[in-house]
């Protein structure tokens, strides 16, 4: 199975502190914060990686190469202009094939039994099966209801909160 990894972000939030350097890799304790998700997955023994990059997508190159030296096969599908979740795994498409891959945020870090997530989405013949957190504030997040069967029944965006004293 391939790991799929989302780091084409433009990150505006960090863009003041991190100008020089794309999001994923922003050190966190020394380390670029996309390495320890590059090495959770060789946890799991998923070796075989795409990153889907953009914007300063030189940089992450530079730093992880073809992913030898974490002793895993890197690829890149580098979007030349933002496409979005959907559009970077669809540009991604011809290094996916046709076999099952994992989808990863490369600016989130989720502690899950990655074993135990790939089982349940083969032992369900899903499409797709997504690793889901409960927060404290859903009103922050979209959201997603499920039936007893922890099938996905919708899903809701986040609400957009209108940031102007004005009001129409």
């Known amino acids: 199975?391939?790991?799929l990894i989302l780091a084409g972000g433009l990150g505006t939030r960090l863009r003041k502190r991190i100008s020089k350097y794309p999001k994923p890799i922003a050190k966190v304790a020394d380390k670029p914060f996309l390495e320890y998700l590059i090495l959770q997955l060789k946890r799991y023994n998923l070796t075989d990686i795409i990153l889907?990059?953009?914007?300063?997508?030189?940089?992450?190159?530079?730093?992880?190469?073809d992913g030898n030296k974490w002793g895993m096969k890197i690829?890149?599908?580098e979007e030349?202009?933002?496409?979005?979740?959907?559009?970077a795994i669809k540009l991604a498409k011809?290094?996916?094939k046709n076999n099952d891959f994992l989808v990863l945020n490369g600016d989130s870090f989720l502690d899950i039994d990655l074993n135990r997530l790939i089982e349940f989405h083969k032992s369900s013949e899903a499409l797709a099966t997504l690793a889901l957190v409960e927060v404290d504030k859903p009103d922050r997040y979209g959201s997603v209801e499920i039936d007893r069967d922890y099938r996905i029944t919708s899903f809701k965006?986040?609400?957009?909160?209108?940031?102007?004293?004005?009001?129409e």
Do not use: W
């Open 52 to 65: 889907c990059i953009g914007y300063l997508s030189d940089k992450i190159k530079k730093h992880f190469q």
């Open 1 to 3: 199975m391939r790991a």
């Open 94 to 96: 011809d290094l996916i």
């Open 157 to 167: 965006e986040k609400e957009v909160i209108n940031k102007s004293n004005i009001f």
């Open 75 to 77: 690829k890149y599908s």
């Open 80 to 87: 030349k202009e933002p496409l979005g979740t959907g559009g």
